[in-house]
């Protein structure tokens, strides 16, 4: 079981800088990889950024790719959404997923949710 809690989301002006947090617990940080999601009002949720497990390998939705960066420190069983020169259309609740290996489905365990409010 792995257990994930997001913070860092709130209201900000287009343009600001915002990043978010994940810390997971239960199984073994290091040894998965990690992606954040977000879902916006009556919108299906859709896919952010990914992380592979150390060496780590990076994926972006196409949109964010250039503004966001997702990383991890897994001494703090932790990953990061860095979320640059933002727009209205991010806003959203972002979720962190874990993707661990031997679960069956990918992203078999996510958080709550924390909600980025982009201000034009």
């Known amino acids: 079981q792995v257990q994930l809690v997001e913070s860092g989301g709130r209201l900000v002006q287009e343009g600001d800088s915002l990043r978010l947090s994940c810390v997971a617990s239960?199984?073994?940080?290091?040894?998965?990889?990690m992606g954040w999601f977000r879902q916006a009002p009556g919108q299906d949720r859709e896919f952010v950024a990914r992380?592979?497990?150390?060496?780590?390998?990076?994926n972006y939705k196409s949109s964010v790719k250039g503004r966001f960066t997702i990383s991890r420190d897994d001494s703090k069983n932790t990953v990061y959404l860095q979320m640059n020169r933002l727009k209205s259309d991010d806003t959203a609740i972002y979720y962190c997923?874990?993707?661990?290996?031997?679960?069956?489905?990918?992203?078999?365990?996510w958080g709550q949710g924390t909600q980025v409010t982009v201000s034009s």
């Open positions: 992380i592979s497990r150390s060496p780590t390998i990076t």
């Open positions: 239960g199984r073994s940080f290091s040894t998965y990889a």
């Open positions: 997923a874990a993707d661990v290996p031997g679960s069956g489905v990918a992203y078999a365990y």
